[in-house]
């Protein structure tokens, strides 16, 4: 049964870089399937931010894709966020999941990231 | 990318049957069989409760049944029950290659 952990700061600070980890476990990156990140501003909707295949190939939101970067570590089983320049507005619980392929059939449990000096 | 339009909320009585709906456009919810609803509870992680349009993954209640008629998508919860209380999200595969969520439902059970 595949698992998916969220790891990185809990606080960031205004126009700096925002990254995030995601960890997989019970199911290698290398055998396939699309993995994504994904987040919720507090008390409101979830938005798709990007996501990224076993060898690298990415696609984002287009809201986004001047500031994101996600890639992959097939050797450590993770896959990660970087959002650069953030401002308060990018504060939310961000959740890393698992396509297959057009749909999420696993998510992590979500890890809230504060923008705030 | 626009989300995609969901109403803000809806309610039913125990027992009564609701539907949401999700507008999109062409480019995703019309032009692909892919559109998926989740369930979130608060605090929690989404759950998928409908993939594909129509399908209904191992474990979900048969009371959940999902279908679409041009740019929109609906998902209808039958024989409502208190735990179906929840926020509800729909999901489409776009002509970009990427992912649009909905803006939510809150169900109200009465």
């Known amino acids: 049964q595949v698992q998916l952990q969220e790891s990185g700061p809990g606080l960031v600070k205004p126009s700096e870089t925002l990254s995030l980890t995601c960890t997989v476990s019970g199911y290698s990156i290398r055998s396939g399937h699309y993995w994504a990140w994904i987040r919720q501003p507090p008390g409101k909707g979830l938005e798709w931010i990007g996501r990224?295949?076993?060898?690298?190939?990415?696609y984002y939101n287009p809201s986004l894709k001047s500031r994101v970067t996600i890639s992959v570590d097939t050797s450590e089983n993770q896959f990660s966020l970087k959002l650069t320049s953030v401002t308060a507005a990018d504060t939310a619980v961000f959740f890393c999941?698992?396509?297959?392929?057009?749909?999420?059939?696993?998510w992590g449990q979500g890890i809230l990231v504060t923008v705030s000096s | 990318q626009s989300a995609l339009t969901q109403p803000a909320s809806v309610s039913g009585s125990p027992g009564q049957s609701i539907t949401i709906s999700c507008t999109g456009t062409?480019?995703?919810?019309?032009?692909?069989?892919?559109v998926s609803w989740y369930r979130q509870n608060p605090g929690k992680a989404p759950k998928v409760m409908i993939h594909y349009v129509t399908n209904r993954p191992s474990g979900v209640s048969d009371r959940f049944s999902g279908s679409k008629s041009g740019n929109t998508a609906s998902l209808t919860i039958s024989g409502l029950q208190a735990e179906d209380e929840a926020d509800y999200y729909c999901?489409?595969?776009?002509?970009?290659?990427?992912?649009?969520f909905g803006g939510g439902t809150k169900l109200t059970v009465l």
């Open positions: 990224i295949d076993r060898s690298g190939g990415t």
């Open positions: 999941g698992r396509l297959d392929p057009w749909y999420f059939d696993s």
């Open positions: 999901s489409s595969y776009t002509s970009s290659g990427t992912l649009v």
């Open positions: 062409s480019s995703d919810v019309g032009g692909y069989n892919f």
